[in-house]
């Protein structure tokens, strides 16, 4: 578990960044494939009476005339966001010749919108019609009126020719008579067909009608306007980022694990020491020994570990080093040398690293003598010699006090030869033939010898480490990958470095 979470705290930006585009891509969708809301609206037809003429349609054409410019035109006006020609795709009207009434089913992104639209429709249908059939009863009406009033001016005129005709003349008033019976019973006719009329026109001058009026809806009506396309594209684009950090740790080959770095190296572990903050170089080497912090344990182990191996190969000169600068090797080296001390050995302690002495820092002591000052003194006394023989060398180191660079420690049986300083390149000055017999002759007066040397990636330390018993790398678990050391080993192997196990240092760091 504590693997995963790491991996996603160095990777975090991933899924920061996929956070970002998910809720980009979610609302690209949302617009894309927008919900849409159904509203409902139900227009009534009365067609239950018969009228002298063609008021009222079928449903079938009251249907067709929502879509029409005078309906579905006049009502767009108030709409100025909606295409006309997307919005047959979004309109449709449902005759019911059965029932007599016509469905208003409109489908927009916004409920509100949609439910006005449908009501809108649905109120202008009613009033348009209703409307246009009160002026086809006023236009009968007065039509009728007109007739009537027609056929009263002809018996009007009639009865004046009967006043002017004598009354001998009964042949022509009978005939007159006759005229205006007719032109009465036809007036009475236009009479009765008005009452009627009227009568029609109080009880169904309206029969069109809204009995369901669209009510704002509360869920989209398709599918995908359910779908919360925001939360969906980021979900997907996090799993999408989790994956890719899956793949990204396993190209990256860190190491996790000991278990995971022993398979691969097929080599000794020596050690597996975790991160702790703040970094054991706060730690006075003084006060380290009798610490019981799980660190420390972790310190013994590598100790137990390491001093088995060396015993068991009879090995008293001991190099650490590392696959590049700031693994901590200064501290192993210098915890090591410490343990060591503490079970009654006598060690002494060699910081070679020359680039970044640090171990008189970690001691409390001064770097004012010591490696590097030793080395240089021994150069000189080679040049002013006379002789060049291997057994003049010997005489010269003999002839060096190491009581003047050795010191000894606060710790008991722990001594340390420090880096000092020097002008001359570290490479050049660790390659004279008097490091070897340095190293000869502080192991005879010493039970082991634990040189602090800096990095592989600096060419003295190959120097140094053919020179040692045996050699043990200090691996970065934050740093170093598993591929960089299977070839570093592969590397030492074949060189005349005697690597004897690696030393996992910095292991389980959250970032």
């Given amino acids: 578990m504590k693997v995963v979470v790491r991996a996603l705290l160095r990777w975090c930006w991933i899924l920061v960044l996929?956070?970002?585009?998910?809720?980009?891509?979610?609302?690209?969708?949302?617009?894309?494939?927008?919900?849409?809301?159904?509203?409902?609206?139900?227009?009534?037809?009365?067609?239950?009476?018969?009228?002298?003429?063609?008021?009222?349609?079928?449903?079938?054409?009251?249907?067709?005339?929502?879509?029409?410019?005078?309906?579905?035109?006049?009502?767009?006006?108030?709409?100025?966001?909606?295409?006309?020609?997307?919005?047959?795709?979004?309109?449709?009207?449902?005759?019911?010749?059965?029932?007599?009434?016509?469905?208003?089913?409109?489908?927009?992104?916004?409920?509100?919108?949609?439910?006005?639209?449908?009501?809108?429709?649905?109120?202008?249908?009613?009033?348009?019609?209703?409307?246009?059939?009160?002026?086809?009863?006023?236009?009968?009406?007065?039509?009728?009126?007109?007739?009537?009033?027609?056929?009263?001016?002809?018996?009007?005129?009639?009865?004046?020719?009967?006043?002017k005709t004598t009354t001998s003349n009964i042949t022509l008033i009978q005939q007159y008579n006759t005229e205006i019976d007719q032109h009465r019973n036809l007036q009475t006719q236009y009479i009765n067909q008005k009452q009627n009329l009227l009568t029609e026109q109080a009880l169904y001058s309206q029969?069109?009608?809204?009995?369901?009026?669209?009510?704002?809806?509360?869920?989209?009506?398709?599918?995908?306007?359910?779908?919360?396309?925001?939360?969906?594209?980021?979900?997907?684009?996090?799993?999408?980022?989790?994956?890719?950090?899956?793949?990204?740790?396993?190209?990256?080959?860190?190491?996790?694990?000991?278990?995971?770095?022993?398979?691969?190296?097929?080599?000794?572990?020596l050690g597996s020491l975790r991160w702790i903050q703040p970094g054991p170089q706060d730690i006075p080497l003084q006060t380290f020994c009798e610490l019981k912090q799980p660190y420390v344990e972790d310190c013994r182990v590598m100790m137990a570990d390491v001093l088995f191996r060396a015993e068991e190969a009879r090995a008293r000169i001991l190099a650490v080093t590392s696959l590049q600068s700031g693994a901590g090797t200064s501290s192993v080296a210098a915890q090591l040398a410490a343990l060591l001390a503490q079970s009654r050995r006598r060690v002494l302690l060699i910081d070679a690293n020359l680039h970044a002495p640090s171990l008189h820092l970690r001691l409390g002591m001064h770097n004012q003598v010591g490696l590097a000052h030793m080395l240089e003194d021994a150069r000189m006394m080679q040049v002013h010699s006379t002789t060049g023989s291997h057994q003049s060398t010997v005489n010269m180191l003999d002839r060096i006090s190491l009581d003047n660079y050795i010191m000894a420690t606060a710790l008991e049986n722990l001594y340390l030869l420090p880096a000092g300083s020097s002008l001359l390149n570290p490479t050049s000055l660790l390659s004279i033939p008097e490091v070897e017999q340095l190293l000869s002759s502080v192991a005879q007066h010493s039970d082991y010898v634990v040189i602090d040397c800096p990095a592989l990636n600096f060419a003295e330390m190959h120097m140094i480490g053919s020179l040692s018993d045996q050699t043990f790398v200090v691996v970065d678990a934050t740093r170093d990958r598993i591929k960089q050391i299977v070839k570093v080993k592969d590397e030492l192997t074949g060189s005349g470095v005697k690597l004897s196990g690696f030393i996992v240092n910095k292991l389980g760091r959250w970032v």
Wanted: with cysteine.
């Fill in 18 to 163: 996929c956070v970002i585009i998910g809720w980009l891509v979610g609302k690209e969708l949302a617009v894309l494939i927008p919900p849409t809301y159904q509203a409902t609206a139900i227009v009534q037809v009365n067609t239950s009476h018969n009228s002298s003429f063609q008021a009222v349609q079928s449903v079938t054409a009251y249907a067709f005339l929502i879509t029409s410019d005078n309906v579905l035109g006049t009502v767009l006006q108030s709409y100025p966001n909606l295409n006309r020609q997307a919005l047959a795709k979004q309109l449709l009207v449902t005759p019911n010749t059965t029932g007599q009434s016509l469905t208003i089913q409109v489908n927009l992104p916004t409920a509100k919108n949609a439910a006005k639209l449908a009501n809108d429709l649905a109120n202008v249908l009613v009033s348009q019609q209703n409307h246009l059939i009160k002026d086809q009863y006023a236009k009968q009406l007065q039509l009728l009126t007109n007739q009537i009033n027609e056929e009263q001016k002809i018996i009007d005129t009639l009865n004046e020719k009967i006043l």
């Fill in 207 to 269: 029969p069109l009608s809204v009995i369901q009026t669209a009510s704002v809806p509360t869920k989209p009506s398709s599918l995908a306007g359910m779908i919360p396309w925001v939360p969906l594209a980021m979900l997907v684009l996090v799993i999408i980022g989790s994956v890719a950090i899956y793949y990204l740790e396993q190209w990256a080959d860190r190491v996790n694990s000991v278990y995971a770095l022993q398979q691969k190296v097929t080599q000794p572990l």
